[in-house]
Each structure stands twice: as structure tokens, then as C-alpha cells.
């Protein structure tokens, strides 16, 4: 696990190393080792934007989304937006799950951000997040408003900060 500078400084999303293992498990529980998954990762609204505090699973706000690929119906964000009005959070990035060791954004990816709002980050994690997985094997996508910059391996994990303890 590539660790940049003492506290990930230059870091697009930080987490600690134990939620993101954590996270990592129930994405695959989820997607069950056959299909995609995925969750919204969220911050504290008047705290540091980088600092991932909540997931939030697709499917807890949409039960019928997981169905190979991930179709997350419009009105299930009217849940993700008062949960986030109510908890004091904002959703700073998403996470979901691709086959194999593709961490490529999809045609479908880069056309149709989760959060199509500048400074949103996306990771995509391989193997249906059934192995191990350090932030140097997983895609980091930020998006601009009108198209992403991505970055893979070193230069991943130079932007998903993961925690080595805690």
C-alpha cells in the first residue's frame, strides 16, 4: 500500500485503512462475487471534504439496482440528498465494483457520473472487490463538470489515501 506524505497530503479522498477494508467487504458481499456494487462516499458538510466519514450502499437507498451492471433510479436520490441534509454530510465521490482486473471507466461510467458536479470523485475497484485490494489496484476519476482525469496504479493510491492505522 503506497502511503504519500504523513497525512496524504495532495489526496483527492482519504480514509481510514479499517473502513476501507470494511467497505471493500461488503461490496463484494453485496455484488457476491458476480455482480457489480457500489456507494456513495460522503464527508461532513463543515469538515475536511477530502476525510470519507459515511458509505453509503447503492442498494440501501435503491433495493433493485444491482442487476448485473448498477441502475440507480433517479428518485432514490431524494433519500441520499435528506440523508445528507439531515447527518450535516455531502457526498464527495462514489465507489463501485467492475470483473475481473479492469478498473477502466465503462462507456456508461464516463458518460453518466453518479454526481455530475465538479470535484466529484469515482473509484472503481476490480475483481468484484472479492480479493484483497490496495488503493494502488483500484481507478481514481475526478470529474470537471464536463469530463474526467483519471489515474491508475501509483498514481491512484497517490490520490485515495488509505490510512495505515486506525
Known sequence: MRIRGSRGRGALLRMKRRDWRAMLAELGRRGHGTIESGAFLLASK??????????????????DCLVGGIHFHGLAYD????????????????????????VEQ??????SPMVAQQGHVAVIVPHFAQRPT??????VHLYDGRGWT????????ARLFVRRFV
Open 46 to 63: 463543515d469538515g475536511d471534504l477530502t476525510r470519507v466519514t459515511r458509505v453509503i450502499y447503492y442498494d440501501d437507498l435503491d433495493p
Open 79 to 102: 433519500k441520499l440528498w435528506a440523508l445528507c441534509r439531515t447527518d450535516g454530510l455531502k457526498v464527495v465521490g462514489d465507489v463501485h465494483t467492475h470483473p475481473a482486473g479492469w
Open 106 to 111: 465503462s462507456d456508461i461510467d464516463r458518460g
Open 134 to 139: 490496495d488503493p494502488s489496484d483500484v481507478s
Open 150 to 157: 483519471s489515474w491508475t496504479g501509483t498514481e491512484a493510491a
